[in-house]
């Protein structure tokens, strides 16, 4: 499974790629904004240096709503680099954009997915990612896996080679649920990596190993 992490913060996105285990990063314009990123021109540029930071897919969100300008901002972020992967609405003109977009070799993320309908249109679309938004669906006491694994056998059943991308990922279990599901991609904050590096007994068995080694060399 691929890890995105979720954000347009460089620090957090720099410490991500030192694990050695990031393969791309995907933002919105709410995460832009947290950075306090605004201006179009700024946002562009700010897409351009999470290129620089990372080797994968980095994920650029359109703004408009209707075809046409999706086109031309879509055209836009694509030229700005070659990691830059389009994210386009799940609407009817952002299904009609990915057509295009994928018509013409551009890489493109279908977002703002709450069913499996939703997934079947996109990955017909020939989308390179689909997100669907496990997290939001969990915050309305659906289950969020069970949309994973409908999209996933759907996948299965036509070979279609559209990337599950599981986003909103609010937790540790949640990534390891979507590895066991087979999800391609997760995306999600930096603690929902870093956690899956903790465990109590590997804390004690380190200190333990540290203690004995301590007192061998007395």
């Known amino acids: 499974m691929k890890f995105f992490i979720d954000t347009a913060n460089l620090n957090e996105i720099k410490e991500a790629q030192s694990l050695g285990v ?3 990063v995907t933002t919105n314009p709410s995460l832009m904004a947290k ?22 897919d980095v994920s650029a969100e359109v703004i408009a709503i209707d075809y046409n ?8 972020l694509a030229d700005l680099h070659e990691q830059i992967v389009v ?37 017909k679309a020939g989308a390179t990612y689909v997100s669907p938004f496990l997290g939001r669906l969990d915050d309305i006491s659906t289950d969020g896996l069970a949309l994973i694994q409908e999209i996933r056998d759907i996948y299965d059943n036509y070979a279609f080679e559209t990337q599950i991308l599981a986003a909103s990922i609010r937790h540790t279990m949640h990534v390891v649920n979507c590895a066991k599901i087979g999800a391609d991609v997760m995306t999600g904050p930096l603690s929902s990596i870093m956690g899956l590096l903790k465990h109590p007994l590997t804390d004690i068995g380190l200190a333990q190993f540290l203690a004995d080694y301590a007192k061998g060399n007395q």
Not at 35 to 56: A, M, P, Q, R, S
């Open 69 to 76: 300008d999706m086109i031309k901002e879509g055209e836009e």
């Open 22 to 24: 990031l393969d791309g």
């Open 87 to 123: 994210k386009l609405p799940m609407t009817k003109d952002g299904i009609r954009a990915c057509k295009y977009f994928s018509d013409k070799g551009v890489k493109t993320n279908v977002t703002l997915v709450f069913s499996a309908g939703q997934a079947l249109l996109a990955a």
């Open 35 to 56: 950075e306090g990123i605004t201006g179009k021109n700024n946002i562009l540029k700010h897409y351009v240096d999470i290129c620089t930071i990372v080797d994968g």
